[in-house]
């Protein structure tokens, strides 16, 4: 070889050599590595929410005035208490920390220090001179003008079903409703006919239930309301007789050999027969009852009907929904006759999202009603008359909704209600504090920041505290005047420093177009506190597109879902709300009706495209996505639908086929009765699609979802001859999520399909320390 071939040569060598230095390194040594898990581990949960400090202010309101105290965490560890006189505009310490320190020690006769009570809540009288607290089942009282604490009297038990006069309790003893006359002991009998499956002030029951007290028929407490006066209550009759049930099966209990087996309601979508509540009145002096004058109660889930009484016990409401959620009522009952009165009558087509609504209110004593619904096209607020039963005045309008009632002040006139997408230029998932006249006049905006606004008023309702934060944006406590909003004073703001010294960085916010090209939608994005923008980055979407709200978070949070954990393995990970969430026009919403399959993904794919668009180190051919429960579907759906873009998904808890989940949740999207659209969205259906990697996981005492989804799912898949990793997480029920091995395992997974490195061996998560 010549000398100038071997020059050649040489410079070919060192090229090679120089862009294997700058790639294989990296991607072997940065990413995925012991380290990387270890610094994961650093952002889970509680481990990431300790390095903020005061992230959450949370006033207690003295009595029935404008002062109240909170509790303030310390730098240096430890708290302290303030007291707050929003009238007076002053905020000090609670009490002398010092001087009580010393007088709780010497009564309980231990140590304590200033900033670290045995108690993080107490009561304080009015007058500011009694303090009482709770503190391992012992309640102290302590005298702040002499700062002298002594043991104190044990604060009456809290029986269930006790009438508010305190003289009886009621109860279920063999499927039949009793009271008790809590004094004397006496006790009457008030039903002779209950049985089994026609038992009497007892809610369909959940099997976590039936598995913590090891029996079908476990004790509960008696589903009764009582009157104010305490001459009547109100209970009612389940008839599950032909209802469908699910058997739940305990394969590994930890106290014997033999698998334990529980039987229980639990309402399909299919189902003709469904468990049903019969309401009754039941007169205590009288020990007569009453059936209510009203069609049996269709029961879609757990639980049963619940009933309000007005102040003045002349009557009491309840809320019917029909089985294809396409009407609502508001019922007036009388507690003498059981006639019923209708007050409002909801009804939408194709359906009622009962889940984001925010409810009603009663205004003097039920003579007004607000009622929410969406039936211009946006969530808004309507007036009705109680007593008449009709619409007085839509009092909240415009292209924007009302998120919650907060307040209503009686004597002004003037209700206080949360509300997003008001305010032009701004994420219209963020909420806002305003107030309005009920006569639908002075609308106001009290909380003017661009942040997500969580209040708290005080009892008079001329003050509140403001908790205010963005994703991207440190809280800030404030307190200001309910009548405009003004700022009194600021209490606090988060201390991030620590979180931040972590390399932490917040998540960034961001805007996209729909599948559309015109519609807004929106999201986050959480990096790498390593970020290196000259790599390229696999991505991980968190999803969860369940119709009933928006998920992407909006307010500050050091941990959320995982999302931070996962990016400090090497990802970049996104979340967006697509078409068919809440909180937003009836017609964004509405695009989810029977058409649960669609999740927005669309929506969810341009954004991604977008972003990575704007950000080249986000490597759009190695995609992968994780979520739990109808998340858990998401994920999976996503890989059987759109193969081309989603490569690696992990799917916990799934609904794989909505006719095997609970009708309360699915025919509210998909319809009833069932129609095709059923069989054509389950990832049953689709299993021969699968084409990338996916990990399943499910609780094997799941009461929500049925591990069957999941088996019917995992039993195609073998049918359709795919490969696919299956975890049944035993003993454990549908919150799962962020149990440390299947955190563990899920970050395994994508790291050894997204990565393409082997997880670090023996690694185990634990709540704090490393895993050297």
Known sequence: MTSSKRIRALRLTLVVAAILALIVPRAASAQGTRDDYARAQRFL??????LVLNQQITPNWIGGTDR?????????????????DAARGTRGPAFDHGQLAQAVGQAMQRA?????????AFQLTEDGRQLSFTSDSVRWECDLSRY???????????LPGRSPDGQWQAFVRDHDLWIRRIESGAEIRLTQDGERERAWATPVTSPTIMVRDRTEQPAQNAAVFWAPDSRRLVSYRVDSRGAGTLSMVVHAPRDQIRPAHYTYNYPLPPDTVMPTAELFVFDVDARSRTAVRTAPITLQYYGGPSVTWSDDGRQFYVMVTDRGYTQRQLLAIDPVSGASRLLVDERNEPFLNTYANVAHRY???????????ERDGWMHLYLYDGDAGRLVRQVTRGEWVVRGIVRVDETARVLYFLGGGREAGRDPYLQHLYRIGLDGTGLRLLTPEDAEHAVSFSPTGAYFVDNHSRADLAPVAVLRRAADGAQVMELERADISRLLATGWKYPEPFAAKARDGVTDVYGLIWRPTTLDPSRRYPIVETIYTGPQNFFTPKAFSAWRNHAQTIAELGFIVVQVDGLGTARRSWKFHAHTWKNLGDQGLPD????????????????????GIFGHSAGGYDATHALLTHPEFYKVGVSSAGNHDHRLDKAVWNTQWMGWPIGPEYHEQSNVTLAANLQGKLLLAHGDVDENVPVSATLRLADALIAANKDFDLIIMTNRAHGFGSDPYFVRRRWDFFVKHLLGVDP?????ITEQGSND
């Open 45 to 50: 949960g509680a481990n990431a929410d300790g």
């Open 760 to 764: 670090p061996a023996d690694f185990r």
């Open 112 to 120: 304590v220090s200033p900033t670290a009570f045995p108690f993080d």
């Open 68 to 84: 109240f105290w909170y509790r303030r965490e310390l730098a240096e560890r430890g708290e302290e208490f303030v007291l707050v």
């Open 604 to 623: 969810h794919i341009a954004a991604i495209r977008q972003m990575a668009a704007k950000y080249p180190y986000m490597d759009l051919t190695r995609v």
């Open 148 to 158: 002298t604490c002594a043991r104190g009297a044990a604060p009456p038990a809290a």
């Open 363 to 373: 205004v003097r004593d039920g003579r007004e009603v607000l009622w929410a619904s």
